[in-house]
Structures are given as structure tokens and as C-alpha cells.
């Protein structure tokens, strides 16, 4: 624990101007972004006794280790930089709003050529115009459903869309009157985007416009007798009254406006918004966060601001903006606001009449989130700060361990070794540390080499950075240090590649380059107070000597078996038995099970991916395109390989020279095994009649079974 006074600015220094601040720990890495109108007088807030500051700023300041500024011009400039800061170092203390949910959105994808109506999660993609957010999915689908009636828009896949074309077949929809069927050039590229355009502007908004023509047309086919179609123009104007109907009226003079209403206590807060568009609410969506210091209901309305606009422009930022409480001073926002519009926003406080009481059913919705939120035991901070207090008394450590890391191995009967490694910081998962590891240094089962093979790779790395940084401590040798050699990210690649990729659909996250002093996360240059491995003595003690052989000893080290969930440290013969209701036990016991889910989920996709692999991936120059093709012609790899060069050179794209590598290729790897059934000990055919085969590599086969044989099988 640092002592603010030791690296804080001399008198004078500090300028009295705007500018953005920097704390860093003692790994450079930037843990809090500030603003100020003034840095010299903000500055000398977090300078002052540590019993006057507020709990949260009093652990930021001692967990620092220096402190550095940047001057600006104006206010603005302060609070353009500071946001893009924030989202640039992901700042472990600074005010973050965690969405309570990924909320969906009505996309329409302006930016093909054919543009497509579909739900969209995530970033926002540039090009694509976005409605919502919605509260469920459905939601969106019900209203698309009734608007295609009116405005025919493409929908399909893009391999729907191609394979249509390819067939001169429109889908279902086409043929319904609910697709315009641009696949098959029912409609021109030019009319299918106006009719895009149209959709759009009806779900901004517009539709009056739309309405009132379509009650001209279905007058005028009446006048002609057209009763037909004046009967569709009639059930096409209740569809679109009814997915108007879908969302009530709240503001009569058809106002574009975002609510926002902040529900607080002494230690969190929620933030609830409602996006009024035409004057009906199209969406809703709701924050929590916790307050890392003494911060005013301005200061939370104004990092709101930041995160709901800092990365929109046009429209999407709307004219009106009302909030429970104004950021002081507020011009700087509102000019903020006006830039990334491209016109005036007013930021204010309702006072009166419908947006005064719709204001008031967005607090409601926000307190009712408080609430909410307080009842998962998760992301309660109080309930995460007594269950690492409960781990550092149980385990005898010296602090509460604030970065825990948890290792796990899995396999599938000894094939595809792997590991992972989760990373937890104040009790909450931050998947953009999480790790993934090939076991390299040996093949075959052994979960006890396998967690020493990891814990020395990881911490090599660990090792590495601090003598590239400079940062040894006393009597360190750095001899000891040396890069891992087999280290991959999670998706497998060389840790040059420096990524990090999703495993089973979560958020995205990009691993940047490692750097001096950038503050940016990095990929292993930050050491846990605590190293967490599934498993009990054997592996408990593989990762102890895996420390000791590498002269740390400043990291403490346990492991949480599954069969009674005790906790063994390293050396002791009973284990620590935490109570079944304690809070420390139950956040160790979600550290092994994500750590669990992450690993499993990894062999997974290396086992998938080793069963679609055939002996033609091995052929140097045949690209995807062309391996289909001798697919399609011989209809297997089995024909195939029976064929001679002259009938591989019939295949359109494939030369004599291509050929003859082919059926080397193929004469070289050897045919699998047969597969089995291990329910019933049955040998599976194909459709000529032979043994049905699962080949992987050259040489290799895989021995079939039922989905939840093989799952049986996994660790």
C-alpha cells in the first residue's frame, strides 16, 4: 500500500488550467481518469488526510503510485479526452455504467447493396442505422412481422440471399408478398433501398406521412372499384397502426427526446434511460455502477452522458435531453452534445406537465433497478468486499487479494490438452485478461505436469515483462526469466499476435500491443495476489514448485477441490473448510467454475476442429474452393483417393500438376480406423457400405459415440 505523499507534485507544479489526470500503479498501468476545470485544485483533493476521503477514493490513492496530467484548452477538449481515455485504459477505479443485460436493436443495413432488416447485439457498425434498444427480441421481430406487410424489406442471411440467386427460387417470404425478392431481381438495387428508407423513416418516426397515403390510395381503389386492393391497402394500414399501438404515446407534440433518472445510495447507483422518438417510447435500457468516490448526482448524469452518446453522431444524439440533475458547469456538455449531433441538443430539467411525469415513471424504473441489483449477490460490492476479507483471513494473507487468478486443465482422454487461466478483480470477472494455453511440453493425461507447464509459462512471461520494464525488485534474478515458449492466446495463436478472441459468444475484446507506458491492459505483466487452481494437493503443489522454481514468493498459492469444495494450501495436510454460507467460499467456487467453463469450452472448439480436418488440408495450394470442388464430384474423400489422375484433372480448376499432388497426398495418409458405436459396440457404415470413418489428420481416426458418451468423457 503506497503513501499518497510519496509521489505527490510539488507546490507549483500542478498547472491551474483544464486538463485530464492520470493515476498509475506501481506497473504503470492506469487505474483512474479524471477531468478538472482546474488540475491544481482538483489534484489537491485526493492529497488531503486519508481518513477525510471517501472509502473508495482512499483505496485508489494508496494503490497508486504516481500521478500525471494533461493540459487543454477548454473544458470540451477536457471531456472528449477524458472519455476517450476511459475507453482506451479501462480504468479499474473509475465510474463505469455495466449494462444490465446486452440489449437488442432493430438494425437495417444501409450499407449493402441490398439493404437487410435484422436484431442486432454489440457495437454499433457504421453504416447500419440502428433502432431501440428494445427489452427483448420478440419485441422487435413482432413489429418487423407487421411492418413487412407495408414495407417488403429483404430479411434472409446472406447465404439465404445467394443461394436464392444461385436458384432463381425465392424463400417463403418471397413468395407471401413479405420479401420484395431483390435474390431473384423482382425489384431493382435502386427501388429495395428507397423501400429501406422508407422502413427507416417510419420507425424514426414519420408516420404520419405514410399512413395518410396509404389512406389515398385505398380511397382511390375503391372509387375504381379495385376492391381487392383496396382491402390489402386497408389491412396494411392496421398493421401499421398496430405496431404504433406497440408503443404508447407519452408526449403528445411528437418530441424526440432521451430520459435519464439516477437512483442512488452511498455506494451504487442506477441510471435508467428512455429514448422517446415521434413522441412514443422506442426504447429503454438500464446501468448500474459503483461510486468510486464522494460524486455528486451532476457528476453521474454527466458520465451517462459520456457513455450513452460518446460514440454516436447525426440523429442519434436527439434535440432534448432531460435529466434529474445538470453536470456542473454544464455548458461544456452541452456543447459536447451539440458537436456530436451537428446541431443544438438542450440539456435541462423538466419542470412541468407530460415530460415532468414521464421523468418520474423513469425514476421509478431506476429505483425499482437499485433494488434489483442489490439482490444479486454477485455484484453487490459490499457483499464482494466481505468475501475477499473472508479469503484473506482464511488463508492467512496480509490483504484482501483484490486480482485473483484461477487455472484449469481439460481434455477429453488425454487428447487436445488444455488450459485456461480467468482473472477476477475486485470479485468481478475481467474477460479481457482471461488466458488460453496449448499443453506442448508433452503428450498424454496429467493434469499435475500439465498445471506446472502453465503456471511456469505464465509466469515466465510475468518475469520477462518486469526486466523489460525495469521493475526487479532487490535480489531478483533475472536469469530466471524467459519467454514461454508454446504460450497462445485464447484463440490459439502465437502471443505475438497479442489477441484475444471470444469463446462462446461473449463481448468481443482486443488485446493491445505490449507497450512502455501507454497504461494499457497487457497480456501477463500484472502479478494475483493470489493464484487459484482446480484441483487439490497434487495440483496445489505443482504450482507452488512451479513458483518456487522461478524465485517468486511474494504470490500466494491455493486450490479448491469439487468433491467437498475444500480449499488446500500448499504443504498442509488438512485442507481449509470455509463455511458453506460464507461469501469468500462462494466467490472461489464461481472463480473454479468459470475457470472450468472457459477451459472446456477452448477443447471444445480445438476437438471440433480436429474432427473437420481431412488429409486434402494438407495439400500445399488448394484452397477452400477447389477442395469443395472434388468433394461435390467424387462425392467423398473415400472415391476420391480411388480415383486416378487423369479423372481428379475432369474437376474444373484442377490441373494435371494439382492432381498428381492430390493423389500423392491422399496415397500418403493412411485410411482411419473404423468408427464404433460405444453404446452398442456396433461398427458404423457409410452409404457404400464400408466402414464409416472419422478422420482428423493423416494416420488418425476418432472412435464415434453418442453426444453424451463423449461429453461423459470430458475433464
Known amino acids: 500500500m503506497a503513501d499518497p505523499s510519496s509521489y505527490r507534485p510539488r507546490p507549483g507544479e500542478i498547472p491551474d488550467s483544464p486538463g485530464v489526470y492520470r493515476f498509475r500503479d506501481e506497473h504503470r498501468r492506469v487505474i483512474y481518469v479524471g477531468k478538472a476545470k482546474s488540475l491544481r485544485q482538483r489534484l489537491a483533493n485526493y492529497f488531503q488526510d486519508l481518513a477525510n476521503l471517501h472509502p473508495r477514493t482512499r483505496t485508489m490513492v494508496t494503490t497508486a503510485a504516481s500521478v500525471e496530467w494533461t493540459v487543454v484548452s477548454t473544458e470540451v477538449e477536457a471531456l472528449q479526452l477524458e472519455y476517450s481515455w476511459i475507453k482506451e485504459f479501462d480504468p479499474r477505479f473509475n465510474v463505469k455504467y455495466r449494462d444490465d443485460k446486452s440489449y437488442p436493436y432493430l438494425a437495417v443495413t444501409m450499407n449493402e447493396e441490398f439493404p437487410r432488416v435484422q436484431v442486432m447485439r454489440g457495437h454499433k457498425k457504421k453504416g447500419v442505422r440502428y433502432f431501440g434498444p428494445y427489452g427483448h427480441a420478440w419485441a422487435i421481430r413482432d413489429t418487423v412481422d407487421l411492418l413487412l406487410r407495408v414495407f417488403p424489406v429483404r430479411t434472409c442471411s446472406a447465404g439465404v440471399f445467394k443461394n436464392a440467386a444461385r436458384t432463381g427460387r425465392p424463400c417463403l417470404l418471397g413468395y407471401i408478398g413479405k420479401c420484395s425478392a431483390p435474390c431473384v431481381e423482382r425489384i431493382s438495387p435502386e427501388d429495395h433501398r428507397e423501400l429501406a428508407e422508407e422502413f427507416c423513416d417510419f420507425m424514426a418516426g414519420r408516420t404520419g406521412t405514410y399512413l395518410r397515403r396509404l389512406e389515398r390510395q385505398m380511397a382511390d381503389a375503391a372509387e375504381e372499384m379495385e376492391y381487392e386492393r383496396a382491402a390489402r391497402l386497408r389491412d396494411d394500414i392496421g398493421a401499421l397502426k398496430k405496431a404504433m399501438e406497440k408503443s404508447a404515446v407519452v408526449l403528445a407534440d411528437a418530441t424526440d427526446a432521451d430520459l435519464i433518472a439516477v437512483a442512488e445510495d452511498e455506494l451504487e447507483a442506477a441510471v435508467q434511460i428512455f429514448h422517446v422518438r ?124 483484490l486480482r485473483i487468478e484461477c487455472y484449469d486443465i481439460s481434455h477429453l482422454q488425454g487428447d487436445d490438452v488444455v488450459a485456461s487461466m480467468v482473472v477476477f478483480e475486485d470479485g468481478l470477472a475481467r474477460k479481457s485478461e482471461y488466458r488460453r494455453f496449448q499443453i506442448k511440453g508433452f503428450a498424454g493425461q496429467d493434469d499435475v505436469r500439465s498445471m506446472h507447464e502453465v503456471i511456469t509459462r505464465r509466469f515466465r512471461r510475468y518475469l520477462a515483462e518486469k526486466e523489460r520494464t525495469g521493475e526487479w525488485a532487490d535480489g531478483q534474478d533475472a536469469d530466471t526469466a524467459g519467454p514461454g515458449v508454446g504460450d497462445v492466446a485464447s484463440d490459439g495463436r502465437p502471443p505475438a499476435d497479442g489477441r484475444v478472441v471470444p469463446d462462446d459468444g461473449e463481448a468481443l475484446v482486443d488485446g493491445p500491443a505490449l ?3 501507454d497504461g494499457r491492459p497487457k497480456r501477463f505483466a500484472y502479478p494475483p495476489q493470489l493464484v487459484v487452481v482446480d484441483g487439490g494437493q497434487p495440483q496445489v503443489a505443482a504450482a507452488q514448485r512451479a513458483l518456487d522454481e522461478l524465485g517468486i514468493d511474494d504470490i500466494a498459492v491455493c486450490g479448491l477441490a469439487k468433491r467437498l469444495e475444500e480449499v488446500w ?147
Not at 617 to 627: A, C, H, M, N, Q
Not at 668 to 673: E, F, M, W
Open 278 to 401: 415521434g413522441g412514443r417510447v422506442r426504447g429503454q435500457r438500464g446501468w448500474v455502477t459503483d461510486k468510486v468516490e464522494e460524486i455528486t448526482t451532476g457528476a453521474l448524469v454527466e458520465h451517462a452522458l459520456q457513455q450513452l452518446y460518446g460514440e454516436e453522431t447525426g440523429d442519434a444524439v436527439p434535440k432534448e435531453v432531460l435529466v434529474p440533475a445538470l453536470p456542473d458547469p454544464v455548458e461544456p456538455v452541452q456543447q459536447w452534445l451539440t458537436e456530436r449531433r451537428g446541431s443544438g441538443v438542450s440539456l435541462r430539467i423538466p419542470q412541468r406537465g407530460d415530460k415532468k411525469a414521464l421523468m418520474a415513471t423513469v425514476e421509478r424504473n431506476a429505483q425499482q433497478a437499485l433494488v434489483l441489483h442489490k439482490t444479486k449477490r454477485a455484484s453487490d460490492l459490499t457483499t464482494r468486499s466481505r468475501a475477499l476479507e473472508e479469503i484473506a483471513e482464511a488463508l492467512d494473507l496480509d490483504s484482501a487479494p
Open 569 to 715: 494450501l500448499p504443504g498442509d495436510d488438512d485442507p481449509v473448510v470455509l463455511p458453506r454460507t460464507s461469501e469468500g467460499l462462494y466467490l472461489l467456487q464461481r472463480v473454479r467454475d468459470e475457470a472450468h467453463r472457459f477451459a472446456i469450452t477452448y477443447q471444445r472448439v480445438k476437438r471440433a476442429k480436429r474432427f473437420r480436418s481431412s488429409p486434402l488440408d494438407d495439400v500445399p495450394g488448394l484452397g477452400e474452393t477447389r477442395k469443395q470442388a472434388l468433394i461435390k464430384h467424387f462425392g467423398s474423400v473415400k472415391k476420391l483417393r480411388a480415383a486416378t489422375i487423369d479423372q481428379i484433372c475432369e474437376v474444373p480448376g484442377i490441373g494435371r500438376k494439382t492432381a498428381e499432388t492430390v493423389a500423392v497426398a491422399l496415397a500418403r495418409a493412411t485410411p482411419a480406423a473404423p468408427a464404433v458405436n460405444t453404446a452398442t459396440g456396433e461398427i458404423m457404415e457409410d452409404e457404400d457400405g464400408a466402414p464409416e470413418t472419422t478422420t482428423d489428420a493423416p494416420g488418425e481416426s476418432v472412435t464415434a459415440g453418442t453426444p453424451d458418451e463423449r461429453r461423459g468423457q470430458e475433464r
Open 515 to 517: 507497450k512502455d507506458d
